[in-house]
């Protein structure tokens, strides 16, 4: 029978205190990990520390390993056997709790092993702060892996040693690291505060710990790692946690969550309950979804109903705090909306796809239509506005691509495939030219190997799907290797009016595709001569090479051999070659030690911008003007993503490729605006021509408080790139004072010439025609232009929050003005529907000078554009909301902005929307003309016009063609 936990004796009766530490090792049928388990904790480094084994009635040998385990060390290894198996963790656990000596006590699972200082450093740790629990970094190590991955368990709570007198100081540990087995406990307390497992219900760890953590008095983080959880993703049982197929496992959590629920609601923890709610929505829940799509009705409707009733204690707040596509997915298993669920389900699983055809209401975008008009928190949850994707062109979605029809006849090489494409907000319109073409493609991580491309017979236009229909032969078509490219994934490339956006095939239905198809390898079909479909781990459509069940054994034997080995042998070789060819490392070698040798190509010029990112500045000003006066030169221009936008007469490089590393070594002149790659040394027979991208307001190079901690050597390394430059554009002596300065330039390479950039608006100052670019965006002749251009901000990635309401600008001054905004090229906004026509996102235009010169008036903060717009002389309104900040926190300024800005400077919404409210762009004109010019004055002095004539005219003047 088993251990009855209330009729146990206490712990206290058999304590012995030359024990340091006890060591509880659970086992069920494991005899061959178990030993290694055990040596983990027999290691240590620690001296004192006991073993108690507890055999969960097994029926392989692991007791009687135990057992002669404890015979080789009677003194430290002690075994004992349930008398009946439990089927979890609690009940051993809580019975080597009983045997245990020592004054603190740890768990450790057959199958894992205790890192070798782990006792010593749970002990130091627990002795200096007199910590009822100390716990340590766990590291699931992937023992089937190639290269033995690891992954830290929740890292970031174990950065530093730290000690907390309440779990609320902590939230998130209680929340995320559920373990009980990185975790050393004191014996005394776990007696006192009579701490067990849970018996006869799996995740009993979440429990315990959330007891443990509420009971503690004291809870002490160190940094070491002290546990190794061993993976084996290819186990032939599955872990319980792994065991997700069986409804019975997700009753399990639900209940465990109820329990830890009621725990913290009982000591007064709303915070923790919240945090855990958030975590649930994120993770635990996400887990069993992504599995939902290949379940039977029955399972689902059994998991819908368990998890609804969960999900009605969860706090509305939470789906706040988590990814819109989590809330999306909670939120629709609750009212069981299954056409709409497994959808986005296939969002979930792959985080870019778009899976739903969305909704466009009320100027917002929602992921589905059903629900939002009668439930006004599914209006909040469904609403998928901010995700932009109402702003993306066809090309740069990924579609959900659901597959609707597999057939093969037995014997036949034919495949037939149907399916059918998200059509998303319609970004594929009605009368669209539409193609499409399917690829198969070898799996190969790192290697480019062959592909098969089939064409597709039938495109349709189905109003919020696009369907298609093909017959792919695969035997004529497809020939694998057969050795290297065992798997092969699908995709369709559908091109609408010469878009092209590519989606995969996501396999919705379990059994939707099977049979076997005989192919033709191009080595040997004793490899394999048939191919099979399956289904990848993110729901797609996928094939596997399958043996001739005849020739297996030999295949199989061969490749164990030593042909065998001599052909995995040469393929490695060849891949790590191939990797070692494009490192950094080889195309810097490449740069100096070959391409620096060729001779300088003359008239070759490269040029650059933003580091690839742009056609635009004063790079392409030069360029320009070269093209305009009709020199004889030979044009690169480097590039980063795609070479869309970038002029047709030059030939596009991709930065750091090989083709743009010999072009900037073999070049006469470079040219650009940042910065080429700090490591490449430039030729004595190369002009830099730097023309760099704007006055300074924040400090810059080694004034920078970063520059100045850089070691010696760093700062000696910058030095050398910055040494490049032969000439340096400026276009005031601010410039001098500061960007010369701060780079450390000579004087003799300073251009007192202007921005060519800026030659534009000094000739757009005079004219009092609106330049066609407002046509094009489609700005009405009787309203003005607002350009909204921020600096760059790092808070939260790329993308930028605005900061203030776009919705409510648009309304109240929509009738007067357009609104552009300009994100800096490092960030990304996206505006919601509601303001088409009035607010224009204009982020993705290459060159920000057509915007200024188009602009009646400029919003800004601290961007350079600033020192660009004032040429215009017209109104600028400043708007540094975030001023001390970015000013006191930040890398400093030059000089105060809100004395000399020449505008209105605002620091809140308000006060923004009451300038624009109460004085007309006129006046303000007239308001500020007098700081505007002395504005020009001070940061302007050297822009006239002709920047980039002049440029041309002191080095490329001969260049002209006879």
């Excluded at 030979?634 to 490089?653: I, L, M, N, Q």
């Excluded at 924040?698 to 000439?727: C, I, N, T, V, Y």
Aim: glycine letters at 6%.
């Amino acid at each position: 029978m088993k251990v009855d936990a209330d009729q146990r004796p206490s712990i206290s009766d058999v304590a012995v205190p030359d024990v340091a530490m006890s060591v509880v090792v659970i086992v069920y049928n494991d005899e061959a990990r178990l030993p290694t388990a055990v040596r983990s904790v027999l290691e240590q480094t620690l001296r004192g520390v006991e073993v108690v084994i507890v055999d969960d009635h097994s029926t392989d040998g692991s007791y009687e390993v135990a057992r002669r385990l404890a015979a080789e060390h009677p003194d430290r290894v002690r075994a004992y056997r349930l008398p009946e198996n439990s089927g979890g963790c609690g009940a051993p656990r809580n019975h080597g709790i009983l045997k245990t000596r020592g004054d603190y006590v740890l768990f450790l699972d057959s199958d894992d092993v205790l890192e070798r200082d782990a006792c010593r450093n749970f002990l130091d740790a627990a002795e200096t702060t007199g910590a009822d629990l100390v716990s340590g970094l766990c590291v699931r190590v992937h023992v089937d892996s190639r290269h033995r991955k690891e992954v830290r368990w929740y890292p970031w709570l174990y950065a530093r040693t730290r000690t907390l007198d309440s779990i609320a100081e902590l939230p998130d540990l209680l929340v995320y690291d559920t373990l009980s087995t990185n975790k050393c406990y004191r014996r005394e307390f776990l007696v006192d505060s009579g701490l067990d497992f849970p018996v006869g219900i799996h995740y009993e760890d979440l429990l315990f710990s959330a007891r443990a953590y509420t009971a503690a008095r004291r809870i002490t983080l160190i940094p070491n790692r002290v546990y190794d959880w061993n993976v084996v993703e290819k186990a032939g049982t599955k872990s319980i946690s792994n065991r997700r197929a069986e409804i019975a496992n997700f009753a399990h959590r639900m209940e465990m969550h109820r329990r830890v629920d009621r725990l913290l609601a009982d000591n007064g923890l709303p915070e923790l309950k919240f945090r855990k709610d958030v975590k649930f929505l994120k993770h635990d829940l996400v887990l069993h979804l992504r599995d939902l799509p290949m379940r039977d009705a029955v399972y689902r409707q059994e998991f819908a109903a368990l998890a609804r009733t969960y999900l009605a204690s969860i706090d509305p707040a939470a789906y706040d705090e988590v990814e819109p596509i989590h809330a999306i997915c909670a939120y629709l298993l609750r009212m069981s909306d299954w056409d709409n669920l497994l959808p986005a389900v296939d969002t979930l699983t792959n985080r870019d796809k778009v899976s739903a055809p969305l909704a466009e209401r009320d100027g917002r975008v929602y992921w589905c239509a059903e629900h939002i008009d009668e439930d006004p928190f599914a209006r909040r949850v469904l609403d998928v506005t901010a995700l932009g994707y109402h702003a993306r062109p066809v090309g740069k979605l990924f579609l959900r691509n659901e597959l609707t029809e597999y057939r093969h006849e037995a014997g036949s090489g034919a495949v037939r495939l149907a399916g059918r494409v998200t059509n998303p907000l319609g970004v594929v319109p009605p009368g669209a030219r539409l193609t499409a073409e399917l690829e198969f493609y070898a799996r190969r991580q790192g290697v480019r190997l062959q592909t098969f491309r089939f064409p597709v017979g039938t495109v349709r236009h189905e109003g919020a799907h696009v369907s298609w229909e093909a017959s792919a032969d695969l035997t004529k078509g497809l020939r694998p290797l057969g050795i290297v490219d065992a798997v092969w994934d699908v995709r369709l490339h559908l091109d609408v009016d010469g878009e092209r956006t590519t989606t995969r095939l996501t396999a919705a239905r379990s059994g939707l595709a099977s049979g076997e198809v005989p192919v033709r390898p191009r080595l040997t079909r004793l490899v394999a001569d048939r191919i099979e479909p399956q289904v990848s781990a993110r729901g797609h459509l996928a094939f596997r090479l399958v043996p001739d069940k005849k020739a297996n054994a030999v295949v199989t034997r061969g490749l164990q051999g030593a042909p065998g080995r001599l052909a995995k042998t040469g393929y490695r070789k060849a891949k790590a070659l191939r990797k070692k060819a494009t490192s950094g490392d080889t195309k810097l070698r490449l740069y100096h030690d070959l391409f620096l040798r060729m001779p300088v190509h003359k008239r070759l010029v490269v040029f650059e911008s933003h580091l690839g990112r742009q056609y635009s500045d004063s790079p392409r000003a030069i360029y320009e003007e070269m093209r305009r006066q009709g020199l004889d030169f030979e044009a690169v221009w480097s590039y980063t993503g795609s070479p869309k936008g970038f002029p047709a007469d030059a030939t596009p490089v991709r930065r750091w490729s090989l083709p743009y590393l010999r072009a900037l070594a073999r070049a006469e002149y470079w040219i650009d605006n940042q910065s080429y790659p700090l490591k490449l040394t430039k030729r004595p027979g190369t002009t830099y021509i730097q023309t760099w991208h704007g006055s300074a307001l924040k400090r810059m190079g080694f004034d920078e408080p970063g520059w100045k901690l850089k070691s010696r050597p760093e700062q000696a390394e910058q030095q050398r790139s910055l040494d490049r430059f032969d000439h340096f554009l400026v276009r005031s002596e601010h410039d001098v004072r500061t960007l010369a300065r701060a780079f450390r330039l000579r004087e003799k390479a300073l251009l007192r010439v202007g921005y060519p950039r800026n030659d534009e608006l000094v000739r757009a100052r005079e004219s009092a025609e609106r330049p066609p670019l407002a046509a094009e965006l489609g700005i009405p002749a009787d309203k003005k232009v607002l350009l909204y251009a921020p600096t760059f901000r790092q808070h939260g990635g790329r993308r930028f929050e605005l900061p203030f309401d776009v919705e409510r600008f648009a309304e109240e001054f929509g009738d007067r003005y357009v609104l552009l905004v300009r994100a800096h090229y490092l960030n990304h906004v996206v505006l919601p529907p509601s303001v088409r026509g009035r607010v224009i996102d204009v982020s993705d235009h290459h060159d920000v000078t057509p915007l200024l010169a188009v602009a009646d008036a400029l919003i800004t903060d601290y961007s350079s554009v600033m020192f660009d717009y004032a040429l215009l002389d017209r109104p600028m309104l400043f708007f540094p909301y975030d001023y001390e900040e970015y000013v006191h926190t930040g890398r400093g300024t030059y000089f105060d902005l809100l004395e000399r800005a020449p505008g209105p400077v605002v620091r809140t919404e308000d006060e923004l929307t009451s300038v624009l409210r109460e004085s007309s762009l006129a006046e303000q004109t007239v308001k500020y003309a007098a700081e505007r010019e002395r504005f020009v004055a001070d940061f302007g002095e050297y822009d006239k016009g002709t920047a980039a004539r002049d440029i041309v005219e002191e080095f490329f003047a001969e260049w002209r063609k006879a």
